[in-house]
């Protein structure tokens, strides 16, 4: 028991001395909010939430002149916040469906770079002016039909000028969902439209009233949102999205 | 034990410890210069041909080839085979696979990173080492053996390269001085262009100093030039596709590009395949030991052979097994349900509808679609569901399972269920068209379960609702698509036999009907490029070897051969061999194909009041959504690699 008694009283003093040191670093604390906003409509850019959506990249050049990224998601509609940085300087740009931030040309040499340095600490505001790919916008609301399927419409222009970026339009998909986070990689396949796209088909439609209607029958008496989302094959070929909207069933 | 005994013995301890710890002091004042002789040194391994054979044998054991136990969710030389590859290219469906994915290299049982470079570590420590031990050896033996180590370090970085791009090219050994600074060793990626050069000067010294027959296994296990170069051929026809199709780069901060090739390489890639592919010219022939021009049964049984017969001369590579060394389960894994093995599994890879409609010898409609309704929009109805296979293409017979088809001595039984209703006047679909609902309840039986409740037929015999091998519906151990894999299922395996790590079978990694179709696929590729139209007549020549071979209807003339048509062929010859994955990425049509995708079915009925069978071609019951993310033909690199190489950039989009 005394033996027992020892060993005890040894593990407890190496326990106890190894919680000798403090870990007095603060955690992170500062703010980072902002949103990416169509320069042509003043609107913020919806995208998609998950990976597959607007990102902000941010380079702590405070803490190396060549450091790895750090990224974190924008949210669905376009805007972004992090309450969880360290006050550093960073190189923020945002990354998704429109002309990119920081352009390359085919050897690598940078030939724009529109991305903000800011120095953080407390909080800080950044917004960036870009050119979506594409501008998805509703022509009324989604009108229920007699078979309880729905019809949607749309209008999809080009966002922007730019020579690089007049690609063919390859998809455009109505998205059905039960809930507001509505996208390519959140819908219900049963009912949802998905159209691709060959050659100029596509591109043809930009401009014109686009009418969509939901597959698969009646639509199950229960929120449902719908979301347009169209893309071209260009960066990591993301959608640009028209905004989730719901109607009640009737 | 009493209390002074015990006194005793500790004292006598006490004078134990004491002397050893003398001992060991005494000892160690001596200088140690003598080589550990735990320790295993150059001169045990690089005297003997045991020594280099051991070598060899690791060498070969890690080399990174995707084989019965590969899959994308869990990585090379896994056991455990439960999310098959063909479940993730459309060629299958399967209980656990359920989507679309790039290759888990991050994940903990695939050291992605550490593992290959550990591969070209070790070739390049062979490489700077053998020489000095050269003279124990013939001049030809030592050739033949870097070539060996060439090859396993080319096959290495073109593992990586096709996953990821650019890597570090490490061509000797870096030393680590403890103490001193590790920044040289931080190795940045090099161009994606340099690592598939490298992959290709390679196999080139692989080839020039490999023989024709490889001395110490001459069975197809271990490299020789022919091999080398069958593999060159595939290597360069994967960086030719790239520099064609690839549309996303990366560039480093000295304008390396990292990922993509400039689209004018792209020719000269294709050249190298033709020229490489060439080299196996009448060195290797297609397996046709049981073929018969007229008898459909023999091609089909031919097929079958080719997978078993050691003496093949299409084998150009392979990967042998041993019990209980190394094994692996694809029987187990992958037999039709009713022959299920003593510790489960079953039926995980169920063909699709979608690879089926590839082949010929169907009925179809006119927009290539299996043909189940009759021209007034009710099912055809069989007497056996064997019978709308009757023309099927013998390989397509060879490679899946039909509902009602034979293997080890059973008919297979695959039935969604019993339908009830009356056939008066013909059976209407059970669901409009494109439907991707639940069958309706009303006018059918169903199992959800292997434990069935048989049903009375109106002529007083019992059936039950499901077949042997399913469809279950609740419990999708089962024929969920309707078809069960044949290719590589062993058809002499006892069932007793069917385990998880308890199989040999030989794995086929490289065979002579590849080589082919690099070879034709270079020379359209070349064709279309306009430097090498001329070729399309022996593209055409070989394909048609191939059809031939698979009991497949010849293709009429050279304009029928498209890069399309030359395609379907190759995913059809070598469905199911883990090779459509890659071939899907370098064209770069993964994201096409899989694009909110449900792949098809084709579910078979039994209709109570006809007494007959019929067929209902559907999407996935389970509504399975398939979405190729266009950033995953350039794969993540795992973050644990970055954070010990700073110098690595990740790749676009992670």
């Given at each position: 028991m005394k033996k027992l008694f020892y060993t005890a009283m040894c593990l407890v003093v190496v326990v106890a001395s190894s919680c000798s040191k403090v870990d007095n670093y603060a955690p992170p604390s500062s703010t980072l909010s902002g949103s990416t906003i169509d320069e042509a409509t003043g609107q913020t850019v919806q995208t998609e939430i998950g990976g597959g959506g607007t990102?902000?990249?941010?380079?702590?050049?405070?803490?190396?002149?060549?450091?790895?990224?750090?990224?974190?998601?924008?949210?669905?509609?376009?805007?972004?916040?992090?309450?969880?940085?360290?006050?550093?300087?960073?190189k923020v740009s945002v990354e998704g469906p429109f002309v990119p931030i920081v352009q390359t040309d085919n050897t690598g040499t940078v030939t724009s770079d529109a991305s903000q340095t800011i120095v953080l600490k407390g909080s800080a505001t950044v917004n960036f002016k870009v050119q979506?790919?594409?501008?998805?916008?509703?022509?009324?609301?989604?009108?229920?039909?007699?078979?309880?399927?729905?019809?949607?419409?749309?209008?999809?222009?080009?966002?922007?000028?730019?020579?690089?970026?007049?690609?063919?339009?390859?998809?455009?998909?109505?998205?059905?969902?039960?809930?507001?986070?509505?996208?390519?990689?959140?819908?219900?396949?049963?009912?949802?439209?998905?159209?691709?796209?060959?050659?100029?088909?596509?591109?043809?439609?930009?401009?014109?009233?686009i009418t969509i209607t939901t597959i698969g029958g009646a639509m199950p008496a229960q929120d449902v949102y719908f979301r347009v989302g169209a893309r071209i094959n260009a960066g990591l070929d993301e959608y640009n999205y028209s905004t989730p909207v719901t109607v009640p069933y009737p | 034990m009493s209390n002074s005994n015990q006194q005793q013995i500790m004292k006598k301890y006490k004078y134990l410890i004491l002397l050893v710890f003398l001992m060991a002091g005494i000892q160690a004042c001596r200088k140690l210069n003598i080589p550990p002789k735990n320790i295993i040194q150059d001169q045990d391994v690089f005297t003997s041909n045991g020594g280099i054979q051991a070598y060899m044998a690791r060498l070969y054991s890690e080399l990174p080839i995707e084989d019965f136990r590969y899959s994308p969710q869990r990585g090379l030389n896994f056991f455990w085979i439960i999310s098959p590859?063909?479940?993730?290219?459309?060629?299958?469906?399967?209980?656990?696979?359920?989507?679309?994915?790039?290759?888990?290299?991050?994940?903990?049982?695939?050291?992605?990173?550490?593992?290959?470079?550990?591969?070209?570590?070790?070739?390049?420590?062979?490489?700077?080492?053998?020489?000095?031990?050269?003279?124990?050896?013939?001049?030809?033996?030592?050739?033949a053996w870097l070539g060996e180590a060439y090859f396993i370090r080319g096959m290495t970085y073109f593992a990586l390269v096709k996953r990821v791009g650019g890597v570090p090219i490490v061509n000797t050994v870096l030393n680590y001085t403890p103490g001193s600074d590790v920044t040289d060793l931080k190795v940045p990626r090099s161009s994606e262009q340099a690592v598939w050069d490298q992959v290709g000067s390679d196999f080139d010294f692989a080839i020039a100093n490999l023989p024709a027959v490889n001395t110490d296994y001459s069975d197809g296990s271990r490299a020789n030039k022919y091999v080398a170069a069958a593999f060159k051929s595939r290597a360069m026809l994967y960086a030719g596709s790239i520099a064609k199709y690839n549309t996303a780069t990366l560039f480093d901060a000295n304008k390396n590009q990292l990922c993509g090739i400039p689209a004018s390489a792209a020719a000269s890639y294709f050249q190298k395949a033709y020229d490489a592919a060439k080299i196996l010219d009448g060195a290797y022939s297609l397996y046709l030991s049981a073929w018969s021009a007229t008898d459909k049964t023999a091609?089909?049984?031919?097929?079958?052979?080719?997978?078993?017969?050691?003496?093949?001369?299409?084998?150009?590579?392979?990967?042998?097994?041993?019990?209980?060394?190394?094994?692996?389960?694809?029987?187990?894994?992958?037999?039709?349900?009713?022959?299920?093995?003593?510790?489960?599994?079953?039926?995980?890879?169920?063909?699709?509808?979608?690879?089926?409609?590839?082949?010929?010898?169907?009925?179809?409609?006119?927009?290539?679609?299996?043909?189940?309704?009759?021209?007034?929009?009710?099912?055809?109805?069989?007497?056996?569901?064997?019978?709308?296979?009757?023309?099927?293409?013998?390989?397509l017979r060879a490679t899946v399972i039909f509902p009602g088809d034979a293997f080890k001595g059973q008919n297979i039984e695959i039935r969604r269920g019993i339908y009830t209703g009356s056939s008066a006047g013909g059976i209407s679909p059970l669901l409009p068209a494109g439907s991707r609902s639940q069958y309706p309840l009303t006018n059918l039986v169903i199992s959800s379960t292997s434990t069935q409740t048989a049903y009375k037929l109106p002529n007083g015999t019992l059936m039950n609702p499901a077949g042997l091998s399913g469809i279950f519906t609740g419990d999708q151990t089962c024929a969920i698509s309707g078809f069960s894999v044949r290719k590589w299922l062993d058809p002499n395996l006892p069932t007793s036999q069917a385990k998880e790590n308890n199989e040999t079978q030989t794995w086929i990694e490289m065979r002579y009907a590849e080589v082919l179709l690099n070879r034709a696929e270079a020379e359209l590729e070349l064709g279309s490029a306009g430097t090498n139209g001329a070729n399309a007549a022996d593209a055409f020549t070989v394909i048609n070897q191939i059809r031939s071979r698979a009991g497949a209807t010849l293709l009429a003339g050279t304009g029928s051969l498209t890069i399309d048509t030359l395609r379907m062929e190759r995913r059809k010859e070598l469905a199911f061999e883990n090779k459509t994955y890659w071939d899907l990425k370098r064209w770069r049509i993964f994201d096409k194909e899989q694009n909110g995708t449900i792949y098809k079915i084709l579910m078979p009925f039994y209709s109570s009041d006809a007494g007959k069978f019929f067929f209902d071609a559907r999407t996935d019951e389970r509504n399975d959504t398939y979405t190729y993310d266009p950033r995953w033909y350039y794969e993540q690199i795992p973050q644990g690699a970055i954070q010990k190489s700073t110098n690595l950039i990740q790749n676009p989009g992670y």
């Amino acid at each position: 028991m005394k033996k027992l008694f020892y060993t005890a009283m040894c593990l407890v003093v190496v326990v106890a001395s190894s919680c000798s040191k403090v870990d007095n670093y603060a955690p992170p604390s500062s703010t980072l909010s902002g949103s990416t906003i169509d320069e042509a409509t003043g609107q913020t850019v919806q995208t998609e939430i998950g990976g597959g959506g607007t990102r902000v990249k941010l380079l702590e050049t405070s803490y190396s002149a060549n450091p790895t990224p750090y990224y974190f998601q924008s949210m669905q509609d376009g805007t972004f916040n992090n309450t969880k940085l360290f006050a550093a300087t960073y190189k923020v740009s945002v990354e998704g469906p429109f002309v990119p931030i920081v352009q390359t040309d085919n050897t690598g040499t940078v030939t724009s770079d529109a991305s903000q340095t800011i120095v953080l600490k407390g909080s800080a505001t950044v917004n960036f002016k870009v050119q979506p790919f594409l501008r998805i916008e509703w022509v009324g609301k989604p009108v229920f039909n007699a078979d309880k399927t729905v019809t949607v419409q749309v209008k999809i222009t080009r966002g922007t000028n730019n020579a690089a970026y007049q690609l063919d339009v390859t998809n455009i998909n109505l998205y059905v969902s039960n809930t507001q986070y509505d996208g390519n990689n959140n819908y219900d396949p049963r009912y949802s439209t998905l159209v691709s796209y060959s050659g100029s088909t596509g591109t043809s439609l930009l401009g014109q009233t686009i009418t969509i209607t939901t597959i698969g029958g009646a639509m199950p008496a229960q929120d449902v949102y719908f979301r347009v989302g169209a893309r071209i094959n260009a960066g990591l070929d993301e959608y640009n999205y028209s905004t989730p909207v719901t109607v009640p069933y009737p | 034990m009493s209390n002074s005994n015990q006194q005793q013995i500790m004292k006598k301890y006490k004078y134990l410890i004491l002397l050893v710890f003398l001992m060991a002091g005494i000892q160690a004042c001596r200088k140690l210069n003598i080589p550990p002789k735990n320790i295993i040194q150059d001169q045990d391994v690089f005297t003997s041909n045991g020594g280099i054979q051991a070598y060899m044998a690791r060498l070969y054991s890690e080399l990174p080839i995707e084989d019965f136990r590969y899959s994308p969710q869990r990585g090379l030389n896994f056991f455990w085979i439960i999310s098959p590859t063909p479940a993730t290219t459309g060629e299958a469906l399967s209980r656990d696979q359920t989507g679309s994915m790039q290759e888990n290299l991050g994940g903990w049982n695939w050291n992605f990173w550490g593992g290959s470079y550990t591969i070209i570590h070790d070739c390049d420590y062979f490489i700077q080492t053998l020489p000095k031990y050269a003279s124990t050896y013939s001049t030809a033996q030592v050739n033949a053996w870097l070539g060996e180590a060439y090859f396993i370090r080319g096959m290495t970085y073109f593992a990586l390269v096709k996953r990821v791009g650019g890597v570090p090219i490490v061509n000797t050994v870096l030393n680590y001085t403890p103490g001193s600074d590790v920044t040289d060793l931080k190795v940045p990626r090099s161009s994606e262009q340099a690592v598939w050069d490298q992959v290709g000067s390679d196999f080139d010294f692989a080839i020039a100093n490999l023989p024709a027959v490889n001395t110490d296994y001459s069975d197809g296990s271990r490299a020789n030039k022919y091999v080398a170069a069958a593999f060159k051929s595939r290597a360069m026809l994967y960086a030719g596709s790239i520099a064609k199709y690839n549309t996303a780069t990366l560039f480093d901060a000295n304008k390396n590009q990292l990922c993509g090739i400039p689209a004018s390489a792209a020719a000269s890639y294709f050249q190298k395949a033709y020229d490489a592919a060439k080299i196996l010219d009448g060195a290797y022939s297609l397996y046709l030991s049981a073929w018969s021009a007229t008898d459909k049964t023999a091609q089909y049984q031919n097929f079958i052979n080719m997978f078993f017969d050691a003496a093949s001369k299409e084998n150009i590579f392979v990967r042998e097994y041993n019990y209980p060394n190394s094994v692996h389960g694809y029987d187990a894994y992958n037999v039709p349900r009713q022959l299920i093995g003593p510790n489960g599994y079953s039926s995980e890879v169920n063909p699709s509808l979608n690879f089926v409609e590839m082949f010929g010898g169907l009925p179809k409609n006119a927009d290539g679609t299996l043909k189940t309704l009759d021209a007034s929009g009710h099912y055809i109805l069989y007497n056996n569901t064997m019978d709308l296979f009757a023309n099927a293409e013998p390989r397509l017979r060879a490679t899946v399972i039909f509902p009602g088809d034979a293997f080890k001595g059973q008919n297979i039984e695959i039935r969604r269920g019993i339908y009830t209703g009356s056939s008066a006047g013909g059976i209407s679909p059970l669901l409009p068209a494109g439907s991707r609902s639940q069958y309706p309840l009303t006018n059918l039986v169903i199992s959800s379960t292997s434990t069935q409740t048989a049903y009375k037929l109106p002529n007083g015999t019992l059936m039950n609702p499901a077949g042997l091998s399913g469809i279950f519906t609740g419990d999708q151990t089962c024929a969920i698509s309707g078809f069960s894999v044949r290719k590589w299922l062993d058809p002499n395996l006892p069932t007793s036999q069917a385990k998880e790590n308890n199989e040999t079978q030989t794995w086929i990694e490289m065979r002579y009907a590849e080589v082919l179709l690099n070879r034709a696929e270079a020379e359209l590729e070349l064709g279309s490029a306009g430097t090498n139209g001329a070729n399309a007549a022996d593209a055409f020549t070989v394909i048609n070897q191939i059809r031939s071979r698979a009991g497949a209807t010849l293709l009429a003339g050279t304009g029928s051969l498209t890069i399309d048509t030359l395609r379907m062929e190759r995913r059809k010859e070598l469905a199911f061999e883990n090779k459509t994955y890659w071939d899907l990425k370098r064209w770069r049509i993964f994201d096409k194909e899989q694009n909110g995708t449900i792949y098809k079915i084709l579910m078979p009925f039994y209709s109570s009041d006809a007494g007959k069978f019929f067929f209902d071609a559907r999407t996935d019951e389970r509504n399975d959504t398939y979405t190729y993310d266009p950033r995953w033909y350039y794969e993540q690199i795992p973050q644990g690699a970055i954070q010990k190489s700073t110098n690595l950039i990740q790749n676009p989009g992670y």
